[in-house]
Structure formats: C-alpha cells, structure tokens
C-alpha cells in the first residue's frame, strides 16, 4: 500500500485502535495499523500458531513478561508527588500488554457498561474539593446505540435484568452467561443474605460458538492470559475483520516517535521499525489508541503543549478482601470472574453518613468482583523452601482455599495526578520514557474504609475462617517498589490523560475525540474518559471508538 494513498495510520491495535480499524475499513478507508508490540494475536495465513503461543504457562505470562513490554528495556518511573524529586521508582509501573491487541489480550473479559449518572456525575452528586469532576459531553442516552452494537461485535455475555442497578438496554445480552465459578455459588447466596445484589458478570466471552469462534472451555487461564481458542472477546474478530478486507495493513514491533503536524492538520507519523531507522509515514488522518499512558508520552514527544495533555490520570482504587476457608471453594476453575454486585456503587444512608464523617459532600465504590487469588507459580513463592513446602503446596490455602473480593474504586480525577516525559530516564530507543505521578484523593480512601466490613461481612457468612483486607495503592506504604504493597496502582484500567469536552481550555478533545486545534487527530481510548466512574473502561472505550471512528469516516 502506497503511504500517499492512505487514509488513516492508526497507533495502537488494542481494543479502541481495532474498533477503528474495522469500523474505518468497513466505510472503504486504507489504514494502516502500527503496533510497538510483537505479533500474537492474529496469523492469517497460520492460524494454528496463536495456541503454541497462547499457552497456559503462568511462568510465561505472569513472570516473563511474554505479552510486553520488558520494564528492563521500556521502563517508566514513577513517584507520589512533586516534593519526592524527579522519581523515587525505576521499572514495571502499570503495564499493560505491548503486543497486538493490546490490552484485550490479557483482560479477563469483564464488559460493564457504565450507568446513566456515571456520564454527569458533577450534576448528579455535586463537586469534591480537589478533584476536577466534570460531567461528559456525552450522555448515555446517546450511546446506547453504540454499546449494543458494541456488545454484539465483541461478543458479550450476560442476562439483562438481572442487576437491579443496569442502566435501561435496548435489547439482550448476545449471549447468555456462562457457568459459575464454584466459590460465586457460596458467595452469592451469602451476599444477599445481607442485603447485596450479585448477578452474573457481562463478560467477553463465548458461553456458545459465536461469530465462528468457539465456546470458552473453563480451562482457568483467563486473567492476564492470552485465548488459545479465541472464545475471548479480545481484538481478533475486528483486526481480522478488517485485514480481511484487504484495504488494512498491520506493522507490529514498529514504535512511533512522533505524530507529525503543520498548519494545524496532522500530516503522518515518525516511526522506528525493527531495524531501529527512523521512517515517517504520510496520511490523511491519524488516531491514537496506544493507551492512557503511551498516548500522552507520544503527544508530549511531538511537541504538543496542550497544558491538560497527561493530567487528570485515574485507574481504580481496588479494595481487595480475602477470606480463607476450612473447604476448598476452587478459585482457578472456570473463568477469572462470572459474578459481580454494584450495591457500593449507589450510595446508601450509611454511605452518606460516612462520607459526611470523613469530611466530603458524597462517596461511592466500584463494582465488586467475587473472585479468588492466585496460581501455583505465584503460591509456591511465598511459603518458606524446606520439608513443608510440599505439604503447604499439597494443602494449597493460597490457590484453593481462598475466595474474596474486588471492588474496583473509582477514581476521582485529580490535576496533579498526571503522566509526563522523565527528565533524564531514556528506554531502549533513546527516548523519555513516561513518568507516572500519583496519589491517591481521600475520597477513594474514606469509600474502601467504608465497604471493606461490608464484604468481610460477606466472607463470614461464607464461613470464613479469617478475613484480610489490602489496597492498591496503599498511599503509604514503604516497602520495595515492585510488591503488591505499594503506593504504585495494580489496577489495570488507566484513564483520563487526554480529556474531552466542549471547551478547549478544560480538555484536549472534542465529544468526537478530535483535537480542537488539529481536527484530523482523533484518540480512541480510554485516554479521552472525563470520569474513571466504578467499572471497567474496555466496553465503554470500544463504544466510543465505534461511534467516533463512524462519524470520522461519515465526515470524510
């Protein structure tokens, strides 16, 4: 494909840059897809070689960085504020997976939808001191549409009507949902005896053949896993939709050094293959989908001085309550999480009788996630080498005894909590790497302190024998970098860096994902979110690349 005769170049080939490549294609657009990662995903022409690659090997993927990036060779820094100096930690900080498909790849699949007031929580709740909550320019009766087209391009799961707190739909679930995972059968019941309301998870993955993809087979190996079988809605379908066509083409192991502009239009990229040389690529148009962290260090190595580019960075402030069991209740069996509950997510009168005692207008959770802990890599680092390693291995309270919950915080968007290029630290290329600033607002703290007794409540009813609770981030904790114990966010769902509304100087974008002032430039992930609100972001990214990447290509 000849670059002068194309239409778009697309950064990122997760969720939101596979959506516009389909959904661009579709319309008759050439497109280029560039991704910094390596290629296991998609093989046309040997479709078989994604099972050797997407093995169930928990050394592979959950200790050797197999999905990317090396934090050797492609760190970032981070620190908790400015007064801590340039950085205080060298390394992994946050990373999602650098291979095709993107994040989609390793997700176990959750696709909630976010809920009416989600979209104008300012109007709805009220402002917080200190953090910069705004309501969307888009509401949910407009997106509707689109999430259930979403839904049914992915492949989503799930029975409409069973949570008391959905927003209206205008139609079923694709398809119905799955099997429960053993412990979700002991801990819902537990859970509506005290009054909570657990109902089976909207999830990405086949409970029946779809879309000539196969049923998920509860191997187990979901979260943080890439599919062997393709029954998981990761990016496959829409990348291969579009290669298909014969109008896309997809550059993996290519990093993008910059976006390129001049008089206000985007003019193309600069990029660096595999033979490390610097090429640029002229196009028509240019999005950016490479993630909440990589879209604003790209913008930032460009030269853009937006001052919002970076700022307003959330993830999910999860609570993590764990109960051990005198039963084994089989944590790895099925897949990552078939049920949640949303209770914390609509504040009750205690909840706003806590919220008053902590000093704030207002609170909320996230929705919960019943799920259980780890596998037998992870199980067998933690109890001392000897004659009773063995034993303990054999018992297994870790990896089979164990049952919990997360609840997936939101996060309110704060100025000062940012992504922005290290002064000093290059990664393996020469370039500043991103650098990640954050602390945590005490409206996430004063919401974990308040549901944490509710869910060990939970757990007791269960017939727990002991409860413990950890956050990610612990704001204070000290010790080494690294551990889950650290004031570095664990959470996955990185949002807010690039913001949209409809005035220029309170965001980056418009409501169409298009820079004010270069409105050839268009972001399609979840860079663009104005909210973290308290479910997770993949449907609601997806949802609007598709209705953005629709109204781009309807544009011309």
Not at 35 to 40: F, L, S, V, Y
Not at 174 to 190: E, K, N, R
Not at 304 to 321: A, E, N, S, W, Y
Not at 369 to 376: D, V
């Amino acid at each position: 494909m000849s670059t002068s005769d194309l239409d778009a170049v697309i950064v990122g080939s997760g969720p939101g840059g596979s959506t516009a490549a389909d959904v661009l294609t579709a319309a008759g657009w050439t497109v280029v897809i560039v991704e910094k990662g390596r290629n296991h995903l998609i093989d046309l022409d040997d479709p078989h070689r994604l099972m050797a690659d997407y093995s169930n090997d928990e050394l592979k993927f959950m200790s050797r960085w197999f999905l990317g990036p090396d934090p050797l060779l492609e760190p970032r820094t981070f620190r908790r504020d400015d007064s801590a100096g340039d950085r205080d930690h060298i390394g992994e900080v946050n990373n999602l997976p650098s291979s095709v498909g993107g994040a989609g790849t390793h997700a176990d699949g959750k696709l909630p939808r976010l809920r009416e007031e989600d979209f104008h929580p300012l109007s709805a709740h009220g402002p917080v001191e200190g953090a910069a909550l705004a309501d969307w320019p888009v509401q949910y009766d407009k997106l509707e549409p689109y999430y259930a087209e979403a839904e049914r391009l992915i492949g989503v799961s799930g029975e409409a009507g069973a949570n008391p707190f959905e927003p209206w739909r205008s139609g079923p679930y694709p398809m119905p949902p799955g099997p429960a995972m053993y412990g979700a059968t002991l801990s819902g019941p537990a859970a509506e005896k005290l009054g909570l309301h657990p109902y089976p998870a909207p999830t990405g993955v086949n409970t029946v053949p779809y879309d000539g993809r196969p049923a998920c087979n509860n191997c187990g190996f979901c979260a943080f896993y890439g599919c062997p079988i393709h029954a998981k809605g990761d990016p496959v379908a829409p990348l291969q939709r579009a290669l298909l066509s014969g109008r896309a083409t997809l550059m993996p192991e290519t990093f993008v050094s910059r976006v390129n502009v001049r008089d206000g239009r985007a003019t193309g990229i600069d990029f660096q293959g595999p033979d490390g040389v610097t090429h640029t690529m002229a196009a028509r148009h240019v999005v950016l989908a490479a993630g909440a962290m990589e879209t604003p260090r790209l913008l930032l190595l460009s030269g853009f001085d937006h001052p919002l580019i970076g700022r307003h960075l959330m993830f999910h402030f999860q609570t993590l309550v764990m109960g051990g069991f005198p039963f084994r209740v089989h944590p790895h069996r099925g897949r990552a999480v078939t049920h949640l509950h949303d209770d914390h997510l609509v504040p009750d009168q205690a909840a706003r009788r806590a919220a008053k005692d902590a000093g704030l207008p207002w609170f909320r959770g996230g929705m919960v996630e019943h799920c259980g802990p780890a596998g037998p890599v992870m199980e067998s680092k933690i109890y001392p080498w000897g004659p009773g390693h063995k034993d303990s291995m054999r018992a297994s309270p870790l990896r089979d005894r164990m049952w919990g919950f997360t609840m997936q915080g939101e996060d309110l968007p704060q100025p000062v909590n940012r992504v922005d290029l290290d002064p000093s630290v290059r990664d393996v290329r020469g370039f500043p790497v991103a650098r990640t600033t954050y602390r945590p607002h005490r409206f996430e703290q004063a919401a974990s302190a308040h549901y944490a007794p509710v869910l060990q409540a939970v757990l007791d009813e269960m017939g727990a024998e002991w409860t413990i609770v950890t956050t990610s981030p612990d704001p204070e904790a000290t010790g080494s970098y690294g551990d889950f114990i650290s004031p570095i966010p664990n959470s996955k769902h990185v949002m807010g860096t690039v913001r949209m509304g409809d005035d220029p100087a309170t965001s980056v974008v418009d409501r169409w994902g298009r820079f004010h002032d270069v409105p050839n430039l268009m972001v399609a992930d979840s860079s663009v979110f104005v909210t973290s609100a308290g479910y997770g972001p993949t449907l609601t990214l997806v949802t609007l690349a598709l209705r953005n990447a629709r109204a781009l290509a309807e544009a011309g």
